[in-house]
């Protein structure tokens, strides 16, 4: 019952910036780490960066510096705000979070990837 949902990607010129948001809805009890990978073709998954419910955050080192993650506990969102983009961002990007449901069920979801496409 619970479902997450990316938004916010798209086709930016290098240089630029775009913010990516995640939405977690339905029978949602509480929700710790949240996360956002990425996948560029031919590679394997990496992980960008995680927020933890106390909103401490981690990143990899190719994007440290210019990606900021946050969250809004209220809209059970995650952002991720991406600056000075280069091509070799260029990837679909998935958000994933830690979420107990209201029956105390825990898993981890997954969204189902969106594209950030950094071309001139």
């Known amino acids: 019952q619970v479902q997450l949902v990316e938004s916010g990607g798209g086709l930016v010129q290098p240089g630029g910036s775009l913010r990516l948001s995640c939405a977690a809805s339905?029978?949602?009890?509480?929700?710790?780490?949240m996360r956002w990978h990425r996948q560029a073709p031919g590679k394997q998954r990496e992980l960008v960066g995680t927020?933890?419910?106390?909103?401490?955050?981690n990143y990899a080192d190719s994007v440290r510096g210019r990606f900021t993650i946050s969250r809004d506990n209220a809209k059970n969102t995650v952002y991720l705000q991406m600056n000075t983009l280069s091509p070799e961002d260029t990837a679909v990007y998935y958000c994933?979070?830690?979420?107990?449901?209201?029956?105390?069920?825990?898993?981890?979801?997954w969204g189902q990837g969106i594209q950030v496409t950094v071309s001139s």
């Open positions: 927020i933890t419910s106390r909103g401490d955050t």
């Open positions: 339905g029978s949602i009890f509480s929700i710790n780490a």
């Open positions: 994933n979070a830690d979420i107990y449901s209201k029956r105390n069920l825990f898993s981890q979801y």
